[in-house]
C-alpha cells in the first residue's frame, strides 16, 4: 500500500475494469463563485504531486456571481498536447444541483463514467428519477451524491464544495490520491482556509471510501 | 513672480535692467554660458512665440537642473521647425514620439530613471496646445493623476498650427481658424470657448500650475525655475502669439501676448497643490478691442459692421477673469481668501510717478 | 523549477527572471493576470523594477517607448482592442527601434466584442515592424519571453510574444521555470543601441522626408532578414543553457513523409498533432508544420519542411483571423514561401492549398472536428475555402432576414436570438 492509501495495482485494475486510455478527463459544473475554476486547478496540482501531467482550464462565459460556469481538468501519464475542450469526461463534479434541471450536464459522459453531485439527498430524492436508474443500471457505486457543501460549511465555515468533492473524487476514482489533494490544498491557501479545506476533503474521502466498503461489502 | 518696485532712468536703450540686477536673477539669456537649449537654426516663422517661448523656457530648465534634463516633444510645430532632417536645434537629450502620448512618453522616461537610480535627471514634456488639450488630454491625465515626475509645457497658440490652423479645444470664442471660418451668421469659432488646462490641472491638485506669456520673458523664466523646485507632476501653460494663425504681424508677437494679458484674457497665475497662490497684476487695463483688432483673426468682428454683442462677451469673460483672479490688484476679488499677491518686479517707464 | 502553474503566471514569472525595469500595466481580458501578478511581485519587492499603472493601452506602449528610449528594459501586455488602440505606438516604437517586448493573449477583435481567443489582434499588427513569436504552449509561452528580450536587445527591434487568450492564458500547465541564475546567464544586461543621456544628447524621432524614408524603412527590412538568423541561434543557445528546445522559427510534426500537412499557429497546433496521430492510424500520412516565427516570416524554413517530403500533394492552413475579402492571411505568407522568390518553380507543382478558418472568437478546435475535415481533405472533397464547424443555418436564416426587409435590424442579435431559439448545436 502507498502512502496515498491507493495501490499501483488499484489504479490499473480500474483502468482495465473501465476499457478507458490513460487520459483522465473530468469536468466541473457549478456557479460562479463557488471556486469551481480553483477545483479544477487543485485536482491538476494534485495530479501534478503524483508527478503527472496535468491540464485544468476553465470555459469561459460571462463572469458574473451565480451564472453557470464549467471548468476542465485532464491527467496523464503523458505530456497532454491538446487544448480543446473536454467533451467525453471520465468524470462529471456537479457542485450545485440547481443545474441539474437547466443544462444537459451528462453530455458527453463515457459509458462507465463517474458523477459526483454535490447535494444531501440521493438521485431519487431530487426528482432524478432517470438518473438513479441509470445509476442503478450502470454501476450505482459509480453515480453518488455527497453533502459537500455541508461538510465545507462544518470544517470551513462557508459553503464553499470544492475541496470536498475532490476528496470524494479521489474516493470514487482513485484517479488521485488523498494525500495528493491535501497537499495541493496546502500548497494553495494558507492558515485555517487550508486546515479546513483539507479537513472537508479529508472528511469527504473518508465518508465515500467507507460507503465504497459498505457497498462492496453488502454485494 | 516676487517682484520689487524699482526706479531707473536710463531711456533709449536695450540694456534694460538686467546689469542692476543680482545675478541669481538675471535672464538665463544674458548668459555666455546659457545651454542654447533650442539653438539658432530652426525653422520657425519670422515672428514666432512659440520658438520664443521654448527657448527661455528650456534654458531655464537647464539652468535650474544644472544640464541635467531630458525632453520629450509632442509633434506640432515646436517638434516639426525644431528637427528638419537631417538637422535638429536640440542641443539636449530629446525624444520625439507621437502626437498624443507626451506626457506618457515623459512619464515612461520618468520611470526609466527612477529603476536607474538617476532621478538627479529631471523630465520636460512640451506639446503645443492641440497636442495637449485634445488629443493628449487623456495621457496628460494620467500624469497628473500618477503625480509623475515631469514638467509639462504647454506652448499654446489656440489652434492647430502646423497642419494649417485648425480650431482645437484651445480656440477662443469668435475667433477665426479653417474650419471655423469667418463666414456666415456666425463667423469665426462658434461652439467652446477653449478648455481651460490650467484648471483641469488645478483638479488634479498636483504640485505646481502656472500660466506665463512670451510678453513677460523674465516672469516665464522664473516659473519654470520655480516649477523645478517641485518634484511631481507639474503643469506650465504660456500664451504664444502665432502671426500666420492670429494673423498678426510677426513684429507684434510680444505686444499681442501682453494685450491679452492686460485686457484680462489671459490671466497669468501660480497654483500650488489646487489653490491659487499668486496672481500678475495688470498695469493697464485695456479693452479688449485693443488686442482683437492686432490680429485679423478677429477681422471679422469688425468688418463689414462691429459685432458689439460678440465682442461684449468676449470683454464679460476677460471682466470674469478680472474678477476672480483680483487682477486690479487692490480690487475685491471672487476668493479674496484664496489669492495672496506676492510683490513682482515691475519697470516704471519714467514719467510714471 | 518545475511547477504547475495558470500560464499568465508563468509568463509573469518568466519576465520577471529577466528583470524589466520598468512595467506598464493597462487591464485587458484575457492579459490581466499577467500585470496583475508582476504588479505583486513588485510591490512584495520580490522585483526590482516600476510598475506604471497608465490609463490606456496608448499610454502603456507611450510610456514603453520612453522608458527604453530612455535606457530601460520595458514591458508590457495587451490583446485585442488594447492592441488596437495602442497601433500607433505600435507602429512608432519598430519605426524608432526600440527593443520593447509585449506580450499579446490573443483575443479576436469586435465589433462585434468578444473576449475569446483567436488571432486577429496580432495579425493586424504584423506590418508594424515587430517581430512576432506564437507560442504552442505555456512552456514556450515562458521560454518565448526570455528569449525574445534578448532577440529585441540585440537587434534593436520589439518583439510581441502572442499566446492563445484563455486557452493558453488561463490553463494550468505543467511548465519548467528557469531560476535567476540560469536567465542571468543566458540574457544579459541591456545596453542600448540609441540612449537619451544628457552627457551625450541626442535627438531621436526626428521628421524623415522623401530624402531619406526609404532608406530608413530598408534598415527595418534588414533587420527582419537579420533576425531570421538570429532567432534559430538565440534559440538553439537556448536549448544548450536550459536543456529543451522551444522557439526557432517553425516546428514540423512527422512531415518526413507526409502527403497531407497541415500549417498552424499557436495552440491549436497541439490538437492538431493528436488529429494528425489519429488520421495516421487510418492510414492517412498526415503532418503538421507549426509556424512559431510569424514576422519574419520563415518562408525558406517553410519550403525547405514542405520540400523535405516528395509525397506531399496537399496543404491545408489552418486560420485563426479572418481578412475579410481576401483568401487568407498565414495562406497568402505559405504560398509566397513554396512559390520560390529566387525563381525556382513551386514545389510540389501540383500541391493543392487549402485555407481553413477555424475558431473564431474562441469557437472551440475539435479533434473530432479536425479530422473531419482532414480526412475529407484527403479524399480531396475540401474547398479551396471554408470555415470550420459553420453553423450554416444560422447564416441562411440571417441571409433570408437581410434579403427580405430594409430594416434587418443588427445581424449579431439576430444570430443570438436564433440561436437561443435553436439550441446550441
Known sequence: ?219 | MPFERIKFYQTGSFAAGNRLLPEDLRSVQSSPARSNTLTCGHRACQGCGEALGARYALDAAMRATKGKLIAVNATGCLEVFSTPFPETSWQIAWLHSLFGNAPAVASGVGAALKAMGRTDIRVVAQGGDGGTVDIGMACLSGMFERNDDVLYICYDNQAYMNTGVQRSGATPSAARTATTPAVGPEPGNTFGQGKNVPFIAMAHEIPYVATATVADLRDLEYKVTRAMDFHGARYLHILVPCPLGWGSSPADTIKVARLATESGLFPVFEAEGGEVVAASPIRHRVPVTDYLRLQTRYAHLFRPEERTEVIARIQASADRNIARFGLLGNQETDHPERIRLTPALQYDSPGEG | MLKQIEGSRAVAEAVATCRPQVICAYPITPQTHIVEALGALVKKEELNAVFMNVESEFAAMSAVIGASAAGARAYTATASQGLLYMSEAVYNAAGLGLPVVMTVANRAIGAPINIWNDHSDAMSQRDAGWIQLYAETNQEAADLHIQAFRIAEELSNPVMVCMDGFLLTHASERVDLPGQEQVDGFLPPYEPRQVLDPQDPVSIGAMVGPEAFTEVRFLAAERMRQALELIPAVAADFAGQFGRPGGGLVRPYRTEDAELIVVALGSVLGTIQDAVDELRDDGIRAGALGITTFRPFPAQAVRETLDGGHRLRRLVVIERALAPGSGGIVTADVRGAISAPDGRPPHPADTIISTVVAGLGGRAVTRKSLRAMLTSAARGDLPPFSFLDLRQDLVESELARIRAARRSGPSAENILRHLSVTGIG
Do not use: W
Not at chain 1, 486546515?195 to 474521502?205: K, Q, V
Open chain 1, 1 to 219: 500500500m502507498t502512502p496515498h492509501g491507493r495501490t499501483a495495482e488499484d489504479s490499473l485494475s480500474r483502468n482495465d475494469r473501465l476499457g478507458r486510455t490513460a487520459m483522465f478527463q473530468v469536468r466541473f459544473h457549478g456557479r460562479g463563485g463557488q471556486g469551481v475554476v480553483t477545483a479544477a486547478e487543485l485536482l491538476a496540482s494534485a495530479a501534478f504531486r503524483e508527478d503527472r501531467y496535468a491540464q485544468a482550464f476553465p470555459s469561459f462565459g460571462s463572469e458574473r456571481m451565480g451564472a453557470p460556469v464549467m471548468s476542465f481538468c485532464r491527467i496523464d501519464g503523458k505530456p497532454i498536447r491538446t487544448h480543446e475542450p473536454v467533451t467525453d469526461p471520465d468524470a462529471l463534479l456537479i457542485q450545485d444541483p440547481t443545474l441539474l434541471h437547466q443544462t444537459d450536464l451528462f453530455a458527453g459522459l463515457k459509458p462507465g463514467g463517474y458523477v459526483l453531485l454535490n447535494s444531501a439527498r440521493s438521485f431519487g430524492e431530487l426528482g432524478l428519477a432517470d438518473l438513479a436508474d441509470l445509476a442503478v443500471e450502470q454501476d450505482r457505486n459509480r453515480f453518488r451524491t455527497l453533502s459537500a457543501s455541508n461538510l465545507a460549511m462544518a470544517h470551513l465555515g462557508r459553503p464553499l464544495p470544492g475541496a470536498p468533492m475532490l476528496g470524494g473524487l479521489a474516493a470514487l476514482t482513485g484517479v488521485v490520491g488523498l494525500e495528493a489533494v491535501l497537499a495541493a490544498i496546502a500548497d494553495r491557501f494558507a492558515g485555517k482556509v487550508a486546515a479546513g479545506n483539507a479537513a472537508a476533503a479529508r472528511a469527504a474521502f473518508e465518508f465515500v471510501a467507507s460507503e465504497l466498503a459498505r457497498e462492496r461489502a453488502d454485494a
